[in-house]
């Protein structure tokens, strides 16, 4: 199916469908897959008590690996895949803002942390440091500010810490499909 023909009916199916084909992959060094991965950053924002766009946020966050024109292991070789921005720019015809921003600054929201926050670096997964080199380190003061300035940037650092936390392995965890229900209720009339 080609971005050009999803449409709000299929738009969970087509999400459903890359979790079943490509969520076993492995997540650049990380002891989890893909779809593990994804799935706890999900459930850490339910137990969080987060609103539903954020546990969906939480559960799409890093569906931009496979919407991008870049190839997976381009992260792992020093080039950054923009894959906040490529899964933020494909859900933002389906879902709402408070879905596709926190998306779009996950990975700003890491360099924001890493400038703000003296610990937070040290909590990193080696992958987590290589990304962020590639990603463009910490924020320097002029672009934490300019972060700051974003309506959804404390919704993006909550992401990003379930984000950290969700590389657990075997850790029990809720399938794609109980989040159906939730994703349907966010679904927005697409903007053509």
């Known amino acids: 199916m080609s971005f050009e023909s999803l449409s709000r009916d299929n738009i969970v199916a087509f999400l459903a469908d890359i979790f079943a084909r490509r969520g076993g992959e492995s997540y ?6 893909m779809s593990e991965h994804m799935l706890q950053s999900a459930a850490l924002a339910e137990k969080a008590g987060a609103p539903e766009s954020l546990i969906a946020a939480s559960l799409l ?4 690996h496979y919407t991008s024109e870049f190839p997976e292991e381009s992260l792992e070789q020093g ?10 720019e494909v859900l933002a015809a389906f879902f709402p803002k408070s879905v596709c921003e926190p998306i779009q600054l996950h990975v700003a929201a890491k360099r924001y942390l890493c400038a703000t926050n003296p610990d937070y670096f040290n909590r990193l997964s080696p992958a987590s440091v290589n ?8 924020m320097t003061e002029p672009e934490v500010a300019e972060f700051q300035t974003h309506e959804y940037y404390r919704d993006a650092l ?6 950290d936390e969700g590389k657990v392995p075997g850790a029990r965890i809720r399938s794609f499909d109980e989040y159906r229900p939730l994703l349907n209720r966010l679904l927005v009339e697409r903007n053509d």
Do not use: C, F, K
Not at 28 to 33: A, D, H, I, K, Q
């Open 61 to 64: 966050h890093d569906i931009g």
């Open 158 to 163: 909550r992401l990003r810490v379930w984000d």
């Open 28 to 33: 650049m060094g990380e002891p989890v897959t």
């Open 131 to 138: 990304s962020l080199n590639v990603q463009g380190g910490p």
């Open 79 to 88: 080039q950054d895949n923009y894959h906040e921005t490529a899964g933020a």
